[in-house]
């Protein structure tokens, strides 16, 4: 990889020679730079791979990739202390939501939400254009969440729903000891007049599959961190499920938590991959366990 005659400003095109991750690469092309600066690129939406925008660090490179960093003016990008942009494109958003914020606004609740904020965001390149949601988080959930840019985009990504999302991922802090290490959650579940999804029968019922795996247990505060996988994505399908196995989410009250141990509810969508709708490429997304999660083990 070439180093030398970097440029103060403009863009830089840099030609990918062997298999990487982008903040390893950047760090070794600007290795005259402090890595505070470097790191800056990212978060201030300066780097694209292959065109696409991006502010993952682990984002995979390989032969032939194009990455290209723009060391003029910081891109605009969003500045809200619940919402991050991990990557935009033409077609698709992918963001990162902190517990607290809705994705979309409800009957009850019109205040500001991921979509709000995010239509305030591409309307700043053409008033016209729109954003449109894919899939939610409920508010007290974190973690990854795709919008689509049009609602072209939108019915092909949803028409193949199942196809197109190839992995999703969430952690959980869940109240007591799982003693079974690995499994697969299988029920219906339909919903209350109060709006509290339940665990039914088939026939008044729809199918939903969660697969849950162990990964640690805190014996000084009893709980068990899980990481599961909708083998199906209904409605509040994982609170509703721990609740059903007699482990509810820490923090849930809804689904019958009585433990407040950090303040929130413990579930984060953590890993996010999908087939993209228009080049065919795969694109994986991840966050780490919250620091709030991990602090309980």
């Not at 697969?184 to 709006?195: C, G, N, Q, R």
Request: with cysteine; hydrophobic share 35%.
């Amino acid at each position: 990889m070439k180093t030398k005659s970097q440029p103060a400003s403009g863009r830089i095109q840099i030609a990918v020679e062997e298999g990487s991750t982008l903040l390893p690469f950047l760090f070794a092309y600007f290795s005259g730079r402090s890595r505070t600066t470097v790191k800056s690129y990212l978060a201030h939406r300066q780097v694209a791979v292959n065109g696409c925008i991006t502010t993952q660090f682990d984002t995979p490179l390989v032969p032939g990739d194009r990455v290209e960093v723009d060391l003029g003016r910081v891109r605009e990008g969003i500045s809200h202390p619940k919402l991050r942009i991990v990557y935009e494109d033409d077609d698709l958003i992918v963001v990162e939501k902190r517990n607290g914020l809705l994705s979309v606004a409800t009957d009850k609740q019109i205040m500001q939400t991921a979509y709000s904020i995010l239509s305030e965001h591409v309307k700043q390149d053409d008033p016209r254009n729109k954003i449109f949601v894919l899939h939610r988080l409920d508010r007290e959930t974190s973690g990854l969440m795709m919008f689509a840019k049009s609602e072209e985009v939108k019915t092909r990504v949803q028409s193949s729903w199942t196809e197109t999302v190839v992995e999703r991922k969430y952690y959980a802090v869940v109240e007591g000891r799982v003693e079974q290490a690995e499994g697969v959650i299988s029920t219906y579940l339909t919903e209350s007049k109060a709006m509290k999804v339940y665990v039914t029968n088939r026939e008044e019922g729809k199918k939903a599959d969660t697969a849950f795996r162990v990964l640690k247990y805190s014996a000084r505060n009893d709980v068990t961190l899980l990481e599961l996988e909708l083998e199906t994505g209904r409605k509040n399908q994982i609170r509703a499920h721990m609740e059903y196995i007699g482990h509810p989410i820490v923090g849930d009250k809804k689904y019958g938590s009585r433990r407040a141990l950090i303040g929130r509810v413990a579930l984060h969508a953590g890993v996010l991959s999908f087939i993209h709708p228009t080049t065919g490429k795969r694109h994986d997304f991840s966050t780490p366990v919250p620091r709030k999660f991990s602090e309980l083990f």
